[in-house]
């Protein structure tokens, strides 16, 4: 057996549960993805997670949690998981060029931001659209740009967005924000932030780079072309869960199901984070779940 415990996902959930299982004096292995980095990483300015008064970046924040997994012993790899199968005994993970036996997988694998799935998205990703103010933003000064939903994600990065920007204007489906109240109060109160209520993009058009959207009223159906430079999508997150092809059960939107404890209904492997079925994804519930993901892994290894 390679390892004790092999980690899917380099995330705060995935790098706690690290700290749990190695400082457990598991032979532990992070399988972080290149190409999906997690949410937090690509989060400017996280101001609800414990312990930061004035707030924390989201990459140094993952730098640190990072640097105490390493400590204690977790070793790491960059590689995509492409399945899990049974070993007998324990299991095993096939990423694209290698293979890896454990005893028991913690999948932590986060979630991806969702498409609109309109024409020009595909088109113009990189060229305007983007799924990410942080890493995007500076691309932006003094240009106009639109934030698709009305989520916390939306609110927080348009707001992180008007350092750049000339003009961010939120479309939002619905005349209501789902967003927090204080997020909601700082975007309203923002004078560069505007808002196009009970509208939808439909497409994104432009030449070689973006140069505007077309939105649909839903309510009036009336249609109008909108300009502006960039496109910036926030409409929720999908799980990041395709690779296990039926290994766990999940359920219809692709979120892993598992109990308090965080054991899925395959003996040895265990979810934690934003890839498992819950109430609230946020930095500090991934913490939590991935010290008690490792916590029940211990207790099933020593059975
Ligand atoms: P979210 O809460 O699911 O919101 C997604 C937004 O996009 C909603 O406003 C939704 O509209 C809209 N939307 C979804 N599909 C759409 C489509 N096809 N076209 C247009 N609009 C669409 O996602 P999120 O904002 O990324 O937040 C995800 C989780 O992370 C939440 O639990 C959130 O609280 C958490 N989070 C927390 C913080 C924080 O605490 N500081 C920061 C970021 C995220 P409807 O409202 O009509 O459904």
Redesign the pocket.
Known sequence: MDYDVIIIGGGPAGLTAGIYASRARLKTLIVESFSVPCQAVTTDHIE?YPGFPDGVNGFELIEKFKKQAGKFGTEFIAAEVREIKEAKPGWQILTEDKAYTASSIIIAAGASP?R?DVPGEDKFRGRGVSYCGTCDGALFKNKEIVV???????L?EALFLTRFVKKATVI???NVL???KILQERAFADKKIEFAWDS?VTEITGAAKVAGVKIKNVKTNAMTDFSCDGVFI????KPNTDFLKGAVPLDEAGYIISDDNCLTSKAGIFACGDCRKKL???VVTACGEGATAAFSCRHYLER
């Open positions: 609800n969702k609109l698709v939903g009305g989520g916390d994600t939306a927080e939002h489906r619905r789902r967003g927090t939808v926030f409409a929720g997150y609230l994804r946020q």
